[in-house]
């Protein structure tokens, strides 16, 4: 198993969201590197769902992969801001994967308190600059992280 690092807006599409709706397709990623990560998925992978853009950003949950290697289809939809009009049936350019709500943490984890417990060698986050909405997090992180999430 393998765990990754998923930033969403919440005003966009928040944990709340999932978790009121169970599962969803974590579809508009317009990134390559971002795509490529999600194509290294594999079922049952955790990730930690982080809001971002938002004061503070942090993690707030957690999500498990449930399907991979699905087609993105906001590409086809002209009225979709994810739009792409180089994508066809054909040739698709955009994956995306299906995720299952696990649960909401008791607080959210900010990114000033990541900052503080991790560096950008080890949790990918934190690193000045990067704006990559998904991230792989190292399974020594990951436990970490889910102590510091879990602690009172």
Excluded at 31 to 40: C, E, I, K, S, V
Excluded at 72 to 98: H, I, L, M
């Amino acid at each position: 198993m393998a765990y990754w690092l998923m930033k969403s807006e919440p005003e966009v599409y928040g944990i709340d969201h999932l978790q009121r709706e169970g599962t969803t397709l974590w579809d508009g990623i317009r990134n390559y590197q971002a795509r490529n990560f999600m194509r290294a998925m594999q079922i049952g992978d955790q990730a930690f769902f982080y809001h971002s853009n938002t004061k503070p950003p942090g993690i707030i949950g957690l999500m498990e992969v449930i399907e991979t290697q699905l087609i993105d289809p906001s590409q086809f939809d002209p009225t979709s801001n994810y739009f792409d009009p180089g994508a066809t049936p054909e040739k698709p350019r955009w994956d995306c994967v299906k995720l299952r709500y696990v649960r909401q943490f008791a607080r959210l984890l900010s990114l000033d308190t990541l900052r503080e417990n991790f560096s950008p060698e080890e949790l990918g986050v934190v690193k000045r600059g990067n704006r990559l909405s998904i991230l792989p997090v190292s399974a020594a992180s990951a436990e970490r992280l889910l102590s510091l999430l879990d602690a009172p």
